[in-house]
């Protein structure tokens, strides 16, 4: 079953060609990495998946329907987009992990949020921690749990282990492997070859903004 589905997709910043002509089906379930040279229009490619830019050539679909289909907080909370350098906001560590239950009118689980930290190396008391304060590892896996508190339907990763020594990406990695065993889809940004082999049933290769090659892995 087709969960998202980008048929030429053109995006243009000024007069540069960013992606040019994109067009594949992803299937529910995909764990899908996703590399290519800096510049070539990997994280673009997230960006408009997530929602967060709008498509002015090409169509793209979320479960059979086009984007506009849906209300765009409805939509995000079901496509969850974690960046590269996260955007931290408010104070305080816990005031980006009580966000999630917030938006949906819902009381915070802390006994959740605690178990969520421990599970990637952070101790409670991080909570009441100055986000300005955090070293870039922890602002990647504050952002990362803010992401999945709420499971989402996709999950859209861009280098969020770039600041992560290997014990914390390997946390990580097989935290995300998890999800797609119980049916999230993941699409993945990458450097690194490695990493691109590891969990993933597909890696795209993207190149000058085009789909250079899609390899399927048993």
């Known amino acids: 079953m087709k969960i998202i589905e980008l048929k030429n997709l053109y995006y243009k910043d000024k007069e540069n060609i960013i992606l040019d002509g994109v067009t594949i089906d992803i299937n529910k379930g995909d764990c899908i990495s996703i590399v290519g040279e800096s510049g070539s229009g990997k994280s673009t490619l997230l960006k408009i998946c997530a929602d967060l830019i709008e498509v002015k050539e090409g169509n793209i679909k979320f479960k059979g329907n086009d984007y506009s289909f849906y209300e765009a907080t409805d939509l995000r909370k079901k496509i969850s987009y974690s960046i590269q350098t996260p955007y931290l906001f408010g104070k305080t560590v816990y005031d980006n992990l009580e966000f999630p239950f917030k938006i949906r ?26 986000i300005n304060l955090l070293s870039g590892g922890e602002k990647q896996r504050i952002s990362f749990i803010r992401n999945i508190i709420f499971t989402p339907e996709v999950l859209l990763l861009d280098e969020i282990t770039s ?3 290997a014990d914390n990406t390997n946390l990580i990695q097989g935290y995300v492997e998890e999800l797609n065993k119980q049916g999230i889809t993941i699409l993945w940004v990458t450097h690194s070859k490695k990493q691109s082999e590891t969990i993933f049933n597909k890696r795209v290769t993207i190149s000058k903004g085009k789909i250079e090659k899609v390899e399927e892995f048993n």
């Open 105 to 130: 009118n819902k009381q915070v689980d802390s006994e959740e949020i605690i178990n969520l930290l421990k599970r990637f190396n952070l101790e409670e008391n991080i909570l009441n921690k100055n």
């Open 163 to 165: 600041a992560l020594d």
